[in-house]
């Protein structure tokens, strides 16, 4: 199939959805030949689009806004994902070498890419937190959820579910509200699933945790603020991104004036109150490390916080609290 435009037109001229224009430049390229190769690096780049459209993306839906610094921030979103152990290193260098290859199908040229995928992960690369997170004060919270109540409360709500169960933005958006608060109610505890990554979810990956105070009132607020009509923080007829881009995007601008980073630090925060609430010591990052505490103590606490957020791996606490004293 040949563009669908003007080669100077939105996506180069292959269509108005970033995804679409990907895989048929790719299709173009190879000239329907090499079926595998396309469908592979097609993959890869619908995981590109999903980033640009995330809380961490740039929201963009025509290639002609991307350029190197769009790919440079991807790579170091993919060296994330490699430190918290849900890709591998070849799968993070492939993608980006597809999206190389796709950013070339697209334009026709060479010009915006990345020179070497395995440079820019390496470099963005960092796996023990060395600053203690923002947000872990609770008065601090509290400050950025009254001035994000006044413009924003379903942004205010996910700051505070955020901050008590230490949810991913996407999870404290999607979550069955109605069923959290009938299981803190009955079971006095909660099972976080919804919009979890990398499909850990179901019977096969509980994540229940312990119902507090500040979670019951984190609950209450979320529910409070709910859309008529819906069981979690987006409007029936409201979509996840279209949320991201109205709600999300400028609630951010609030954060930063409140010196928090993301919602992103709230979840950081979280994991290093839960390590001083397990063993009774500053988490790592807060201590400086001066202290040594107890091995088996430390690898409790670990365990027990890779498992409340939902990780499979003990190390990629580290990129919460620091390592190991």
Known sequence: MALVGRRNGRNFGYGRQLSYAGAQALRDMFGGGHYGTVKAHSGRWQAFVR?????????????????????LDYA????????????????????????????????????????????A????????????PQGQAHEQVMRIVEALREQHPRAAAIALLAR??????RE?????????????????????????????????????????????????????????????????????????????????DILHKHYLKGFHELRAAYACVRYEQITHHLAPTNSG???????????????????????GRIDVVSAYISGRT
């Not at 980033?51 to 790919?71: H, K, M, V």
């Not at 490699?82 to 597809?98: D, F, M």
């Not at 490390?289 to 990780?311: M, N, T, V």
Request: charged share 25%; aromatic share 6%; with cysteine.
């Open 172 to 252: 404290a958006i999607l979550a069955d509200l109605p069923r959290l608060n009938r299981e803190a109610e009955q079971y006095g505890k909660i099972n976080i699933q919804d919009g979890t990554k990398g499909g850990r979810s179901g019977a096969s990956a509980p994540r229940w945790i312990t119902v507090n105070d500040y979670i019951r009132d984190a609950l209450a607020f979320a529910h409070q603020v709910s859309p008529d009509g819906s069981r979690n923080l987006l409007a029936p007829d409201e979509s996840y991104l279209s949320f991201q881009q109205r709600i999300v995007r400028l609630a951010r």
């Open 51 to 71: 980033w640009c459209r995330s809380e961490d993306g740039p929201g963009f839906n025509d290639a002609r806004q991307i350029d190197r610094q769009t790919l």
């Open 164 to 169: 008590a169960t230490g949810m991913h933005l």
């Open 121 to 132: 992960l390496g470099m963005q690369r960092t796996t023990v937190r060395t600053t203690a």
């Open 289 to 311: 490390g001066c202290r040594r505490l107890d091995p088996h103590l430390d690898r409790e606490a670990r365990l027990k916080i890779s498992y409340e957020l939902g990780h």
């Open 76 to 119: 170091g979103h993919l060296s994330k994902q490699v430190e918290q152990g849900v890709i591998g290193t070849a799968t993070a260098q492939n993608r980006l070498s597809s999206v190389n290859q796709t950013m070339a199908a697209l334009r026709g040229d060479q010009y915006v890419k990345v020179p070497s995928p395995s440079d």
